[in-house]
């Protein structure tokens, strides 16, 4: 079965950190572009850091710039973000992406809480 999942969220203070980890079964990840995105309740979804599958080049939103950092171990078939310095406005449903020319997938999500 092709699928991502995501797993690393949880309840966080203010200022917290915390690693999110977007694992690929059943395809390799090295040949898509990742995306990682997050929707809050009553939000739309957005994007929040990508990283290419060929020269590792890497983009992020201006709210995380600088806090956040995606990578990609290749070797694992798993791209992660750290999330250092949160934020309660960090709080919300972060989802991973691969993407290819028209083949997309996204995982499940995994619920992040910035709250002390």
């Known amino acids: 079965q092709l699928q991502l999942v995501e797993s690393g969220g949880g309840l966080v203070q203010p200022g917290g950190s915390l690693r999110l980890s977007c694992a690929a079964s059943?395809?390799?990840?090295?040949?898509?572009?990742i995306g990682w995105f997050r929707q809050a309740p009553g939000k739309e979804r957005e994007v929040v850091s990508c990283i290419s599958n060929d020269d590792g080049s890497t983009v992020y939103a201006d709210s995380v710039k600088g806090r956040f950092t995606i990578s990609r171990d290749n070797a694992k078939n798993t791209v992660y973000l750290q999330m250092d310095g949160l934020k309660p406005d960090d709080t919300a449903v972060y989802y991973c992406?691969?993407?290819?020319?028209?083949?997309?997938?996204w995982g499940q999500g995994t619920q992040v809480t910035v709250s002390s």
């Open positions: 059943g395809f390799s990840l090295d040949i898509y572009a």
């Open positions: 992406n691969a993407n290819r020319g028209g083949t997309t997938f």
